[in-house]
């Protein structure tokens, strides 16, 4: 390539932009972004300074400014960071929406901010090559770190209640078999799939749709137990084994909602986009409102199962002691087949309010197994209160901790939380003192 | 379909780099979980710090290849000592939890972009091994090696036989050493801490001890297979360090044989020789037209059903894999 001094090099980038954004309005460009062979795709990111003066020409491309892209599961999909002419490119996996954020550490000293809330871009790669970040119109001033803390709260509480409600299940299940399941995430992930399924490809309303959805996700829950633990446990297979098994399912059963479903996020059709409302310092959907006060009210009822009914009482006998259960003529195998479907149907419903959030997606119940872990082992493995608070102060954890630690770091605070508990409080918070090793 | 590419590509792969990566992986697992009973669900954090003391020694800090990849053997032992010290007491289903949320603590740091000058964050970092291979003995380009008088045979690039040549090396060391520590009254501790725990624990012995050096030794022989892992590739990414990786040596180590010396090595090579067997002869067959139902990017996915249904089977109806005894494999103990 011929060595073109930096600002006729400029020059000649603006004028190829100009090109394809002409030749873009008279539709003989695709406006799409440039799609690869193998379904990823690329977009070109630009970052400049306008500071100062209206004149273009006075625009400041910068340098090292770093844009981090994250999908709707909020991970990172890739990162880039500008060039001397102020570009980069990022590349998507795929279709889907994208969030762009520029990150405000990185800018150089002397330049501008972004307008409020422009360090933040949604990209949608089907609808948009360019991407720019225009700097500028703010000054630079310090926001308090504390102002942030009752938002932080607020999605710590929405959060945690999802953990709990597909955490519970796991719980209950280790509490009356004694079984580590890798697999319940798959569970979580079945309901949410099978929801959408109803929803979408069946023109079903969104809360039919999870009320079936729920039924059927207690059903396989039970169906698996019957199938496959139950006859393992009858043919006196060791609890270490049964959790290799369980990762087996895990990965087969993934890979099959993978081939189902698609390697991509898709939306419920209902309470998809809502406006905002402010309550305070807080900013929320009707949405998310609801599911909170849906997962309480459920919450209580699987407590009022659990203390006061028969089935409930029997429940926390087995998961206390089997043998002493079976002597007083509990029928164990009933029991724990009821566990299953209560732990599968609770398990469906996290998923299907976590995909109403997030959008549903064949890895979205493995991406939360391991803080439904954390929790369910900081509240005390195989309580079910305790698996409710545990639940709780994690996800309180990932969201709260935020404020100090970088975002994408916030389920390794939570991890390590776990690590730490099991080391002074290896019974868990509300787990009975025993000799666990 | 053309069945002689077939043989030979799947052969390839049960004799490639991968093989050897996760042939070490299982060996590190077996002393674990073989002959001490512990269930690492985190082994591939030990492939990690492997894999990154060598990229990130070389390419961040600009020490030499050779003294990195010595290095690994310091660094995976304090990873033993800090993940080992507050979880070795737990019981194997705490570990198990401990030990999996560890090894995806390691990789979302390394992939943080607050740590990108370090780390090289979710890109990684390439292009690290050049030592290495500006003393490899071979040259040319790709060369087949066939069996005397057929086709049928392997195909790989001269850097691939240089590091297949110190891998396989590896490999048979790292066997021997697990060769010789079992058969010494250290390994047979091990075993008995297998068995029963609190047995070992009557007789005087500090069991915390034992699993603690168990666990490290495990796991330098999974970094080996980490530094293996980076060097084949000249490129480490976070992302490829994944809890996956650690689920497919155990299904390596299940298939061959736990606690057998040379289990896992033969879990390594069948698991890969029928992993890229399928893996061909679905592709082959789609393009061929003989399956329709599928399309050639979904052919990873089947792959993946099929290695956990695999993982299940072979657990439920054989867990002593091809080579293991029954006796002595840790699932079969009721506890």
């Not at chain 1, 703010?138 to 009752?150: A, C, F, S, V, Y």
Request: charged letters at 15%.
């Amino acid at each position: 390539m011929v060595d073109v001094p930096g600002r006729s090099r400029r020059i000649l980038a603006i004028a190829l932009g100009a090109l394809v954004a002409l030749l873009t309005v008279l539709g003989l460009a695709s406006p799409a972004g440039a799609q690869e062979e193998d379904g990823s795709r690329e977009i070109a990111v630009r970052v400049e300074d306008r500071q100062g003066t209206r004149e273009r020409d006075d625009d400041e491309p910068v340098e090292g400014a770093v844009i981090t892209v994250t999908d709707e599961a909020d991970e990172v999909v890739d990162e880039v960071e500008t060039d001397e002419d102020g570009t980069g490119t990022i590349t998507l996996p795929g279709e889907g929406i994208y969030t762009a954020t520029l990150d405000l550490d990185s800018l150089p000293e002397d330049a501008g901010l972004p307008r409020e809330g422009r360090e933040v871009a949604t990209v949608d790669p089907t609808r948009a090559r360019f991407l720019n970040f225009i700097l500028g119109d703010r000054e630079r001033t310090t926001t308090g770190t504390l102002d942030k803390l009752p938002q932080l709260i607020f999605n710590g509480v929405n959060f945690g209640l999802i953990i709990a409600i597909t955490a519970v299940g796991l719980s209950l299940i280790f509490g009356t078999t004694g079984l580590v399941n890798f697999s319940h995430s798959e569970h979580v992930t079945f309901g949410a799939i099978v929801a959408w399924w109803l929803n979408a490809d069946h023109d079903l309303h969104i809360i039919p749709a999870a009320v079936l959805a729920i039924g059927i996700g207690a059903a396989a829950a039970a169906l698996v137990n019957k199938v496959l633990w139950e006859r393992l446990r009858s043919r006196g297979m060791s609890l270490i084994a049964m959790m290799i098994v369980s990762i087996g399912l895990s990965l087969a059963a993934r890979s099959v909602l993978q081939l189902l479903f698609g390697g991509v996020f898709r939306p419920y059709r209902q309470l998809y986009r809502q406006d905002g409302i402010d309550i305070g310092p807080i900013t929320t959907t009707p949405k998310v409102l609801w599911m909170m006060a849906l997962i309480i009210v459920v919450i209580v009822v699987v407590a009022t199962i659990l203390q006061y009914t028969k089935i409930g009482k029997a429940m926390r006998a087995v998961a206390d002691n089997g043998d002493l259960a079976a002597a007083s003529g509990i029928d164990v195998d009933r029991v724990i087949l009821f566990v299953w479907a209560l732990g599968g149907g609770l398990a469906a419903l996290g998923g299907i309010l976590f995909g109403l959030q997030q959008q549903v997606h064949f890895e979205m119940g493995f991406r939360l197994l391991l803080l439904m872990f954390a929790g369910v082992t900081l509240g005390g493995l195989g309580t079910a209160y305790g698996a409710l608070v545990g639940s709780f102060v994690v996800g309180m954890f990932v969201e709260v901790s935020t404020l100090v630690i970088p975002t994408e770091l916030k389920n390794v605070g939570a991890l390590f939380v776990l690590i730490i508990v099991l080391l002074f409080r290896p019974q868990g918070i509300l787990g009975r003192a025993e000799r666990i090793g | 379909m053309d069945w002689t590419f077939i043989v030979n590509t799947s052969l390839t792969t049960a004799f490639g780099p991968q093989a050897v990566v996760f042939a070490l992986a299982a060996i590190g697992l077996n002393v674990h979980f073989g002959y001490t009973g512990l269930v690492n669900f985190g082994q591939v954090g030990f492939l990690a710090v492997g894999a990154y003391t060598v990229a990130m020694g070389v390419d961040t800090f600009g020490l030499s290849f050779w003294l990195c990849a010595f290095l690994t053997i310091f660094t995976a032992s304090v990873l033993a000592l800090l993940l080992g010290a507050p979880t070795l007491r737990l019981r194997a289903d705490y570990l198990a939890i401990v030990t999996i949320a560890a090894s995806e603590i390691i990789r979302l740091v390394l992939r943080a972009a607050r740590f990108r000058e370090t780390t090289g964050g979710a890109a990684g970092i390439q292009n690290f091994a050049g030592d290495f291979f500006d003393v490899n003995p071979f040259s040319g380009g790709r060369k087949a090696l066939t069996f005397p008088g057929t086709d049928v045979g392997v195909t790989y690039s001269a850097n691939q036989y240089w590091v297949l040549l110190v891998g396989w090396g590896l490999v048979a060391l790292a066997c021997l050493f697990v060769y010789l520590l079992v058969r010494s009254p250290w390994g047979r501790v091990l075993k008995a801490i297998r068995e029963d725990e609190d047995a070992v624990r009557s007789l005087g012995k500090n069991v915390y001890v034992y699993k603690l050096q168990s666990l490290a030794i495990g796991g330098v022989i999974g970094a080996v297979g980490g530094v293996v892992l980076a060097v084949s590739r000249q490129s480490v990414t976070p992302d490829s360090m994944g809890t996956l990786l650690t689920f497919f040596a155990y299904v390596a180590l299940v298939l061959g044989g736990a606690a057998r010396v040379l289990g896992p090595v033969l879990g390594s090579i069948v698991f890969f020789f029928l992993s890229a067997f399928v893996d061909v002869a679905l592709r082959e067959a789609i393009e061929a037209d003989v399956i329709t139902f599928l399309v050639a990017n979904e052919v990873g996915i089947v792959r993946n059903i099929l290695v956990g249904l695999g993982l299940m089977v072979l657990m439920i109806y054989r867990p002593q894999g091809l080579i293991g005894d029954k006796k002595e494999v840790a699932v079969s103990v009721r506890r």
